[in-house]
């Protein structure tokens, strides 16, 4: 982080970090953020799905964006071979002290070469819309299924761009022992084409100063339906499933938000 604070006359010192450095510098602090997200429940449901689609008799497992390795951690005591890719190397950092077993990628979701080398990938919180524009997209998919081995399983959920319209701020407070840290993240869409913004705050405030954090990312707004079609086209076999990590549920047409499983065959 930047020494540089910004004073104002008897009050805590203002420091606007800026865009970008957000990943970075708030790497230590992302676990406690995503508290709440329930990253084994997440890897059982993965699990079963692959208990139930998968053909391709391994367990050589790949988390795209794999962030500070949650999945990798949780998705290895289930008897998973793990293998991360993120494109940042502070949370690739974070990944391999947390499971010092996997190996690990740092590269974009469209730039990994893998040829046949997964039974199980996944890609969980929404991760898939980082690809953007729609041909870096296409080609995290087309990359995704070639490193599947026939059989193998490719499982991520996703928002329909029409969902993302009615999508509300989440905020999440963090008390540390020297600071308060707010989290705002929210999505924002236009109701046409293909770019849906996310916008990333965070507001960390000790007894000496407070700092703000600011990123914005394009991410890929598409239907359900043009998704499903996508995939058909590359060659998967499309499932969708309801948003509900408990049970396998087909989904029902009506949700905005949904599981999907794309076998390669």
């Given amino acids: 982080m930047s020494d540089t604070v910004k004073h104002r006359a008897g009050h805590p010192g203002v420091e606007p970090v800026g865009r970008g450095a957000l990943y970075a510098d708030l790497a230590r602090y992302y676990d406690q953020f995503c508290a709440e997200v329930d990253y084994a429940g997440q890897c059982a449901f993965a699990a079963r799905v692959f208990d139930a689609f998968a053909s391709a008799g391994g367990r050589d497992y790949l988390d795209l964006a794999c962030g500070t390795g949650q999945h990798l ?36 979701l469209a730039g990994f070469e893998q040829e046949a080398g997964f039974d199980l990938i996944s890609c969980f919180l929404y991760s898939i819309h980082y690809s953007h524009p729609r041909q870096q997209f296409v080609e995290t998919l087309r990359r995704t299924w070639r490193a599947l081995k026939p059989g193998g399983v490719f499982v991520f959920n996703t928002v329909d761009a029409a969902g993302a319209r009615q999508q509300h701020d989440v905020v999440t407070h963090v008390q540390t022992t020297d600071a308060r ?16 913004d996310l916008h990333l705050s965070i507001r960390r405030t000790s007894a000496e100063r407070t700092q703000i954090w600011h990123d914005q990312h394009t991410m890929m707004a598409m239907t ?42």
């Fill in 73 to 108: 951690q949780a998705m290895t005591r289930l008897g998973f071979t793990p293998v991360g890719l993120d494109n940042s190397p502070a949370m690739l950092a974070q990944a391999q002290r947390r499971c010092p077993e996997a190996r690990l990628m740092l590269c974009d």
């Fill in 224 to 265: 359900l339906a043009d998704l499903k079609q996508l995939l058909l086209s590359i060659g998967f076999e499309v499932t969708l499933l309801e948003h509900d990590y408990d049970r396998l549920v087909p989904w029902d047409g009506r949700s905005f938000n949904a599981i999907v499983v794309a076998s390669r065959v």
């Fill in 181 to 196: 840290l707010t989290f705002t993240s929210g999505w924002y869409y236009a109701g046409e084409g293909e770019d849906l």
